[in-house]
């Protein structure tokens, strides 16, 4: 027989119990935001002094003479692009072709390769894609670049694009099947809109993810100092430009560092408000 | 309730002479056959190995309502799915035996699975109305099997097919509200309306009502009936009070066997088969 009071010590542990646990996840929570805070916070405090509209437009000059991030932020927006173009359809493509039609082997070992490349260090892509490209072409250039940041980009995009396609329901897939649609309508018509808010969600992570790569751009893109819109010259980027000016000894150029990389920042919260607001749920 | 339709002839009277009649056609397989509208001799369905139809006979005359009846697992949503080939969506399965409607066959080889569906429209247990407006849900089998020219046309077809599915008064101010703010009972009948919109001749219903409250379900109750003057309806229910009420003839299916076909009020009165009216009566299922 259990009696009241066992009743009554087995709720309170219960209780306790709940609260106990509850307090330790808000608490983790608390400093993962907390920290995300204070890097946010750190950025800004050490790089907003060196930010004016000239350090913005200009082009980087040797030390003491001032110079900006202007070529900087126009060539990691080429990158930007360039990599989206080649690697949002090819990895969206991907992960449709998984999703929809990957039952068979050869699926399979699509998804274990996509997998592996997830985890291959970006250097080596830089590596691989300045022997592919950088070499035959004899020299570094914004498409190298571009291809080399799709390639990182590839296999995010194509994950997460199965995982949201996974995610609709076999019952649209039937209802559109059942009013005689052929299975290309079904996937384009009523498949690929009903994912589109989490294919939206993980493109814009990969390009987040690749416009803080640096690795993959060294080999490739190589950096410049002049403004340039030549995809087969080589070309600057915000990332390369960061690593320069913090490994140089020179305290203007670190402060420059700090400003270029709350530039940075700003440019991928840009890029998430506005692909957030444009995939946003209409219907 | 189960008076039948004097507009066509191949509907028979539900006596006992009409019965035996039907039995006997089924086999011997004469013109009784063409005169269906679907029309399945011998069928047998396999999941991998696992046989779940066995050697499926029956006849669905056209402009009558036909009631599936029978336990959970017994077969009757997967033969309704064999009729408008949903069951090839399914990897690993496999058919044999004859499904014929207006006397084609339905898995011969060059048969067009696309204009099949379009000929044998099916609405769904859960009601999935695509993440679009409620006038693009309607309008999406007009569209992609591009059956109007102009816009005006398929404006009308719209209208037509929520009007026949009992939902215009209330949708006709916001055609273009999302088809998801609509309340469970109205999703369904926008999945009947978009399912009406292409004009088939057959519609397939499984466990159309199961899902919603008593007031809805009756709408579509009388839908049922409603529809029933334009096209041939065969309704998957568990609910032999619904079979009752919506249907001319009843179909009870046992593990994967079909156990009696017979006009819903003798089914429901006097069934030939004591196994049906064990179900019936509540003896087991």
Known sequence: MTSDSQIKSAANHRRTASSVMTTLTAICAFFAVTILALIIGYIALRGLSAISFQFLT??????????GIGNAILGSLVLLLLASVIGLPFGIAVGVYLAEFGDGRFASVVRFVTDTLTGVPSIVIGVFVYTIIVLPMRQFSAFAGGIALAIVMIPIVARTTEEMIRLVPTSLREGALALGAPQWKVTTGVVLPAAASGIATGAMLAVARVSGETAPLLFTAFGSRFFNVYLDQPIASLTVQIYNYAISPYDEWHAMAWAATLVLMTLILAINITVRFFTRKKI | MATPTSTTAPVKPPTDAAQEEQTSALQD?????????????????????????????????????????????????????????????IPGTRVEGS?????????????????????????????????????????YGLRINKLTSGKSELNDRVEEALTN????????????????????????????????????EVILMD???????PMATQKIE????????????????????????????????WLGKLVEVNSTERMFTNPNEKLTEDYITGRFG
């Open chain 2, 29 to 89: 397989d004469g013109r009784e056959r063409a005169a269906a509208k679907v029309s399945v001799r011998d069928l047998d369905f396999f999941y991998g190995r696992a046989q779940a139809l066995h050697k499926i006979s029956l006849d669905v005359s056209s402009q009558i309502v036909m009631a599936f009846i029978g336990p959970s697992g017994c077969g009757k949503s997967t033969f309704l799915r064999t009729l408008n080939r949903m069951n090839d969506t």
């Open chain 2, 222 to 253: 009388e839908l049922i009936v409603e529809l029933k003057r334009q096209f041939t309806i065969i309704i998957v229910t568990h609910n032999m009070q619904q079979a009752a009420r919506v249907s001319d003839k009843t179909a009870f299916f």
């Open chain 2, 165 to 200: 599915a009992a939902l215009w008064p209330e949708v006709k101010d916001r055609l273009k509200a999302s088809a998801l703010s609509l309340s469970g009972g109205q999703q369904q009948r926008l999945c009947i309306a978009r399912a009406l919109a292409v004009r088939p």
């Open chain 2, 207 to 213: 466990e159309p009502a199961s899902a919603l409250d």
């Open chain 2, 99 to 139: 499904v014929q409607i207006d006397g084609q066959d339905v898995y011969a080889p060059g048969t067009d699975v696309v204009e099949l569906r379009r000929r044998v429209g099916m609405v769904f247990q859960k009601s999935n109305p695509f993440p679009k407006s409620i006038f693009d849900n309607v309008a």
């Open chain 1, 58 to 67: 200009d082009t980087p000059k040797p030390v003491g003479e001032g110079g």
